[in-house]
Structure formats: C-alpha cells, structure tokens
C-alpha cells in the first residue's frame, strides 16, 4: 500500500493575514488530496491557504477561487494580475500613514467602503488585529486598526504578493459568486475544499464574515453533491478550549471525520487566554472512494490527528 510523503515545514507565500486562514493547518489537510486532482475549487476562499499551498506542493494543475464577498476577489484578481502595481499601490499607503497611523488608518477605511480599491483593502487587512476582519450589517469594513503595529513592511509584502502570483496567475480562475453556482461546475477530477463559516460567527452582531450560511442550506447543498459523487473536503465545526463552534455535519451525509489539533486560536489570543483549537475535518464519500481505489493511506501525526478517527 502506497503512502503519501509527509509534508515539509518549507516555506509557503501568503497574501494578506486573514483570520480563519487554514495556512496554520494547510498540510494537514492536503494528504487527503487524491494524486489525480485536475482542478481545486475554493467556494469560500478567503485567503486561500490551501489552495496556496496545493500549488507550491503541484498537488492540481488548475484552480478556482471564489468568495461571495466581490471586493476580496477583485483583491486576488490584482494580485494574480498586476501584483506589482498592487504592491506599489500598498507601499504608498504604507509610507503616507506616518505620523498619524490611526487616522489615516480611518481614512482609508473610508475611502475602501466608499470605492472598494483593492490596495486600499490590503492595507487594511494588513493593518488590522489578528487579519481579524468585521462587516457591518449593511457590508461596511468596521473593524479598527492594531494601532501598535504599521503593517507588513512594503518589501516583505511584495515578496509574499509575486510569490503567490507566480504560483496561481495562469491556472487561476476567479469568481465572486454564492457557493451554490460554484458547487455545480465540479467535474469529475475536480476536488472541493470548503471552508464556510463557523455556524457561531455568522450571523453574530460583529459579522466577522461578508456574508452567514444557515447549517439547513448547506446540509441540502452536500446531499446534492453526495448525489452527483462529488469529491471534496469540509473544514467545518470544532472546539476552542471547552467551547464547541456549532453542530457536526449529520452522520446521513456519509463523511469521513476527522479532527485537527489547530493551536492556539487567534480568537482566544485576543482574549487573552490560551486555549487550543481542534477543527473538524470532513471528506465525501466519493473522495474516500477515490483515495481507496489508489490504495492510499495519508500518513496523519500523531500529534496533529486523534487516533482514533484513523483514516482508512
């Protein structure tokens, strides 16, 4: 039986700190990847961690980033497209926001929700606490700026901009569109990862995400998926200390769950308290199928991976 290599700790370009990224756990989860993935669809990208990831292990030869929220994916189109514009767009903010941080901080923030420029945007989410991002119920940006800290510094920034950019220009398709226009252009190589957002936080008062997802909607648009023998992987519900975020997927659908040990959550960070976070991983019926059929058998640490939910 055929085990897929560990993955390395090397070194992986991300594009803007974004709270809920999965780059802390992005190689935990890309050894449930099949060796034969055509395309990997992201519906909830964010800042796409896994797909980033995929790319610098050549794990898909194609990829589709979507998110519902249109100023983040005209973000990813200027860094995919013009990433040195971008980034010289960013290093003027960057340079002009001296001496008063704070205001021009507010300034900018303004000037975001009033034109939606995707540079202004990647100030902001430089600038903000933990990439900790907060809408309004009318979709403005109104999270508030880690006024200790100036952001990344223009060079690292365009470092981590053209190497994402090199990795995904070319390959990369980009949509701003519900999940539910995304789930069906899936083709038979394709792989889904799906990282909606925690049933506790999407449909709080602080709207840490642009846009909740009712846990109904989502069960049914799963079963469709089961239906049509759909390959793809859910980072979903977990635990924070004693905390649980939200119900587990129904044992109807069928998935295979397993859970990761996470770290310290950014969220108790900024509460100052230490607790661990455990995240649920889910894959379909049809990718276990997939993965059974190469007679593979993802190596998971012991650390990483509770025992007891062993995969295959």
């Known amino acids: 039986m055929r085990r897929v290599r560990a993955l390395d700790n090397i070194s992986i370009p991300h594009p803007f700190p974004y709270q809920g990224s999965k780059r802390g756990i ?20 964010g800042a796409a961690a896994v797909s980033i990831a995929a790319a610098v292990y050549g794990l898909a030869n194609r990829f589709l980033l979507n998110d519902l929220n249109k100023p983040l994916m ?6 995919l497209e013009r990433p040195n514009k971008l ?4 290093e003027q903010l960057w340079n002009k926001q001296y001496p008063d941080k704070k205001a021009f901080f507010f300034r900018t923030r303004e000037e975001f929700n009033s034109s939606h420029q995707p540079h202004h945007l990647l100030y902001l989410l430089a600038r903000i606490v933990k ?17 200790r800290r100036s952001g990344m510094r ?3 920034m365009r470092q981590q901009i053209l190497g994402v950019s090199a990795l995904l220009a070319r390959k990369t398709v980009i949509s701003a569109e519900d999940f539910r226009q995304v ?3 899936t083709k038979k190589k394709d792989l889904i990862y799906m990282d909606p957002p925690y049933q506790g936080t999407s449909f709080t008062r602080d709207h840490r995400y642009y846009n909740g997802l009712a846990y109904d909607e989502f069960i049914q648009v799963l079963e469709i998926m089961n239906e049509n023998n759909v390959s793809y992987i859910i980072s979903y519900d977990g635990q924070t200390g004693g905390k649980s975020h939200g119900k587990t997927l129904p044992s109807n659908l069928s998935l295979k769950h397993l859970l990761i040990h996470a770290g310290r959550s950014s969220q108790a960070t900024l509460l100052g308290n230490k607790h661990e976070t455990v995240e ?10 997939r993965l059974h059929s190469e007679q593979r058998m993802p190596i998971k640490p012991v650390s990483q991976v509770q025992p007891e939910l062993a995969f295959l």
């Not at 099949?34 to 990208?45: A, S």
């Not at 005209?74 to 860094?79: N, P, R, S, T």
């Open 26 to 45: 992005a190689r935990h989860i890309l050894p449930y990847f099949p060796g034969d993935v055509h395309r990997l669809i992201e519906p909830f990208c």
């Open 74 to 79: 005209d973000l990813w189109k200027a860094i």
């Open 87 to 90: 980034v010289d767009d960013y």
């Open 131 to 147: 990439g900790s991002v907060r809408y309004s119920s009318e979709g403005l940006f109104n999270q508030s700026a880690d006024n």
């Open 154 to 156: 223009p060079g690292t």
């Open 183 to 185: 789930v069906p252009k």
């Open 280 to 289: 649920s991983l889910y894959l379909s019926p049809a990718l276990v199928e």
